[in-house]
């Protein structure tokens, strides 16, 4: 049962321009939301959260939007960068030690 | 630095031979998780604990077992590796079971 979907498998944009990466859940429980990002041969590392009081959270070129009445948040990466270019993994929890993650987005980013 | 290592980074070992996947933290974080992620897959949780001599299996049935014998080190171990064992495992390490902090990885390959 995938509780957090990331439908796209890949994304590709231009250097300087918006990346807007796109997670849904169907869990209602789910109170707090992590994006991570992978490089290759890397673990996961955070990048931005935002828990469900919030609707949007920023942190420099990252913001992440919540909207829960669709169950859906996504990452917005501007302006976009070569070295954004990783996978970008959704989690999504409402408990410790039940953190579910999605299939993670391959962004690639050219210049 | 406080970090968090895994070893070995790549191993190709042979059907029925054992093996143990190396993880230790210096944050002195008490929960610990392991996950199974097969390229283009999410994420799975096969393993966590909460502290010393604490440790439960996650959602994905996994023939591994795991030991927290001191609150650095968490090790998985394989008895017998199947080719079905091959895949990606992280292992992860929080403070609170909000935001994770992984390790780099070990890429098991079963011939």
């Known amino acids: 049962d995938q509780q957090v979907k990331q439908n796209s498998p890949s994304l590709s944009v231009q250097e300087g321009r918006i990346s807007i990466l796109n997670c849904d859940y169907t869990?209602?429980?789910?109170?707090?939301f992590l994006w991570y990002k992978k490089y290759p041969a890397e673990g996961p590392t955070f990048l931005i959260s935002i828990s469900s009081i919030k609707d949007k959270n920023e942190d420099g070129r990252f913001t992440v939007f919540l909207n829960k009445s669709a169950k859906h948040l996504s990452l917005h990466i501007v302006p976009s960068q070569p070295g954004d270019s990783a996978v970008y993994f959704c989690?999504?929890?409402?408990?410790?030690?039940?953190?579910?993650f999605g299939a993670g987005t391959r962004l690639t980013v050219k210049p | 630095e406080a970090d968090i290592y895994q070893t070995p980074r790549y191993l190709v070992i042979g059907t029925g031979k054992k093996i143990t996947l190396e993880c230790s933290q210096t944050m002195g974080h008490d929960k610990m998780y392991w996950y199974q992620q097969d390229p283009g897959m999410e994420l799975h949780l096969i393993h966590y604990s909460y502290g010393v001599n604490s440790t439960e299996k996650g959602d994905l049935s996994s023939e591994s077992t795991v030991s927290r014998i001191r609150t650095e080190h968490f090790p998985l171990t394989l008895e017998s590796a199947r080719p079905s064992h091959t895949s990606q495992y992280l292992c992860?390490?929080?403070?609170?079971?909000?935001?994770?902090?992984f390790g780099s990885g070990t890429r098991l390959t079963v011939v």
């Open positions: 992860a390490s929080s403070e609170t079971g909000a935001s994770y902090t």
């Open positions: 989690a999504a929890t409402y408990q410790p030690n039940d953190m579910r």
């Open positions: 869990n209602s429980m789910f109170d707090y």
